[in-house]
């Protein structure tokens, strides 16, 4: 089988690199174990904003106009709603808060993301607010389970194999690469914190970060707001609510908790006064960066080995616009913004 790409993962980065192929009708073809990834099990949570800081995050107005529009249309591939526009609100903790949101809300770009008037504290059953919220807007929810699943089944059946890629297996010449009976011109590792095991870009400072979230089913909760207090209280619909996560860089392994479903349960209790029903606990490991920006480029050496990683926390809103700049650099040779470009790593593989 010859391709024009061969896409090595299938998280919410692997899914959108394939779909800025097949828009363009670049042939390709998927390869990922049939183990799931951190994206499957993320809140899918769309918000531009640190909200612990009241800060926008690196480029957020480019990446949220590209993202909602990207999410929409795959919605319509699909023929199922998979993005939710929900607002977030955002407990406050004092007078202080109070008044650092009113700030932040009237100062570019934020103005446009942050609700000056705040939202009364009796909005909502089961919610502790003693200062009101404040109220987030142009976010949203993605339903990455089941985009992934559906986006798989629907739009690339006969170009996915399931298969966890060998890579001392890979075959790599100046002019294709081959893996077993399938011949690309061109390979993209997308493999989220498994990269850290790839030889081509193992001198990335590919970190990793444990995260556990628990699912609870409550019956009196809103389920048109995604609540962040100490953590994100995000509703999955039918009384079902994605509670999380936690954020460990020494635990690598994705095994559940005890000390991390008491912390989860500790950090809910305080804003959670409803009764609710522990439904799942589930742990998997991020793929994060040292320098907390994304992994996008071509290999130093080999100029048909290519890397898009690196999304950590923020993979629904990034991974749109992440993949679009890829595929211009590869295809059309437009410089990537250099605060993601692996360039700036290209040290530390020479010094290997």
Request: charged fraction near 20%; proline fraction near 5%; charge should be positive.
């Given at each position: 089988?010859?391709?024009?790409?061969?896409?090595?993962?299938?998280?919410?980065?692997?899914?959108?690199?394939?779909?800025?192929?097949r828009r363009r009708?670049?042939?390709?073809?998927?390869?990922?174990?049939?183990?799931?990834?951190?994206?499957?099990?993320?809140?899918?949570?769309?918000?531009?904003?640190?909200?612990?800081?009241?800060?926008?995050?690196?480029?957020?107005?480019?990446?949220?106009?590209?993202?909602?529009?990207?999410?929409?249309?795959?919605?319509?591939?699909?023929?199922?709603?998979?993005?939710?526009?929900?607002?977030?609100?955002?407990?406050?903790?004092?007078?202080?808060?109070?008044?650092?949101?009113?700030?932040?809300?009237?100062?570019?770009?934020?103005?446009?993301?942050?609700?000056?008037?705040?939202?009364?504290?009796?909005?909502?059953?089961?919610?502790?607010?003693?200062?009101?919220y404040g109220e987030?807007?142009?976010?949203?929810?993605?339903?990455?389970?089941?985009?992934?699943?559906?986006?798989?089944?629907?739009?690339?059946?006969?170009?996915?194999?399931?298969?966890?890629?060998?890579?001392?297996?890979?075959?790599?010449?100046?002019?294709?690469?081959?893996?077993?009976?399938?011949?690309?011109?061109?390979?993209?590792?997308?493999?989220?914190?498994?990269?850290?095991?790839?030889?081509?870009?193992?001198?990335?400072?590919?970190?990793?970060?444990?995260?556990?979230?628990?699912?609870?089913?409550?019956?009196?909760?809103?389920?048109?707001?995604?609540?962040?207090?100490?953590?994100?209280?995000?509703?999955?619909?039918?009384?079902?609510?994605?509670?999380?996560?936690?954020?460990?860089?020494?635990?690598?392994?994705?095994?559940?908790?005890?000390?991390?479903?008491?912390?989860?349960?500790?950090?809910?209790?305080?804003?959670?006064?409803?009764?609710?029903?522990?439904?799942?606990?589930?742990?998997?490991?991020?793929?994060?960066?040292?320098?907390?920006?994304?992994?996008?480029?071509?290999?130093?050496?080999?100029?048909?080995?290519?890397?898009?990683?690196?999304?950590?926390?923020?993979?629904?809103?990034?991974?749109?616009?992440?993949?679009?700049?890829?595929?211009?650099?590869?295809?059309?040779?437009?410089?990537?913004?250099?605060?993601?470009?692996?360039?700036?790593?290209?040290?530390?593989?020479?010094?290997?």
């Open positions: 089988m010859k391709v024009d790409t061969l896409i090595v993962g299938f998280g919410i980065a692997g899914m959108n690199y394939s779909e800025q192929l009708k670049k042939s390709f073809v998927v390869m990922a174990p049939s183990e799931k990834s951190a994206s499957h099990m993320a809140a899918g949570i769309i918000n531009p904003t640190v909200l612990k800081r009241f800060k926008p995050v690196w480029k957020a107005e480019e990446f949220l106009n590209y993202a909602l529009p990207f999410y929409a249309e795959l919605e319509a591939l699909v023929q199922t709603n998979v993005i939710h526009l929900l607002p977030i609100h955002r407990i406050l903790n004092s007078i202080q808060e109070q008044n650092e949101w009113g700030i932040a809300a009237s100062v570019p770009p934020l103005d446009n993301y942050l609700n000056k008037e705040l939202v009364t504290a009796k909005k909502h059953l089961g919610i502790v607010a003693p200062f009101a987030l807007i142009q976010t949203a929810r993605v339903d990455n389970e089941v985009l992934l699943a559906l986006y798989q089944k629907k739009m690339i059946p006969d170009q996915f194999v399931e298969h966890k890629l060998n890579h001392q297996a890979l075959e790599i010449h100046k002019e294709y690469i081959k893996y077993h009976d399938i011949q690309a011109d061109k390979i993209v590792f997308c493999e989220g914190y498994q990269g850290i095991k790839n030889p081509y870009f193992n001198y990335l400072p590919l970190m990793g970060s444990k995260g556990e979230i628990l699912v609870i089913e409550c019956d009196t909760l809103n389920e048109e707001v995604i609540f962040k207090g100490p953590i994100f209280l995000s509703p999955m619909g039918e009384h079902k609510f994605w509670v999380g996560a936690t954020f460990d860089r020494v635990d690598k392994t994705t095994q559940v908790t005890e000390i991390g479903k008491h912390w989860l349960l500790s950090k809910l209790n305080q804003f959670l006064k409803s009764p609710f029903q522990i439904l799942q606990h589930k742990a998997q490991i991020r793929a994060t960066v040292s320098d907390r920006r994304p992994l996008l480029g071509r290999h130093p050496r080999y100029h048909n080995v290519y890397v898009l990683n690196g999304v950590g926390t923020r993979g629904v809103l990034m991974s749109p616009l992440l993949s679009h700049w890829l595929f211009e650099f590869i295809e059309n040779n437009q410089k990537l913004p250099p605060e993601a470009d692996i360039k700036r790593f290209e040290n530390k593989y020479f010094r290997n």
